[in-house]
């Protein structure tokens, strides 16, 4: 299960490879498991070994929070597939708050 954010700036996400890879270009299909809408992902290699591709993905706007089914391909054989995760989008909140630790005196 591969998790990522619902951003739209490249993420990196590493993706098991199932086979050897045959030549050719990698694609990745996204499908909503609830309502079989594909979602169109570009992507960029920035790494691979004999166990994984390493990915940038991005998003378009507006990408659900939920479950997706993936299938990773090069030139049209399968070479990854399974489920991706997509959340909501981290913030950062910084809280100033001063915390004042008194010691107990029975």
């Known amino acids: 299960m591969i998790y990522v954010e619902q951003i739209r700036t490249p993420q990196p ?7 050897a890879a045959p ?13 079989l809408a594909v979602v169109p992902v570009s992507l960029e290699i920035f790494g691979q070994d004999a166990l994984r591709y390493d990915l ?8 659900a929070v939920g479950e ?5 391909t090069a030139g ?3 070479v990854s597939s399974g489920l991706l995760v997509c959340r909501p989008g981290q913030s950062v909140e910084q809280y100033e708050q001063s915390i004042n630790f008194v010691e107990f005196q029975g």
């Open 13 to 19: 996400a590493s993706f098991p490879k199932a086979w």
């Open 23 to 35: 030549s050719g270009d990698l694609a990745l299909k996204v499908t909503n498991t609830t309502t």
């Open 56 to 63: 940038d993905l991005t998003f378009p706007d507006g990408i």
């Open 68 to 72: 997706y089914a993936y299938e990773l």
């Open 76 to 78: 049209g054989v399968t």
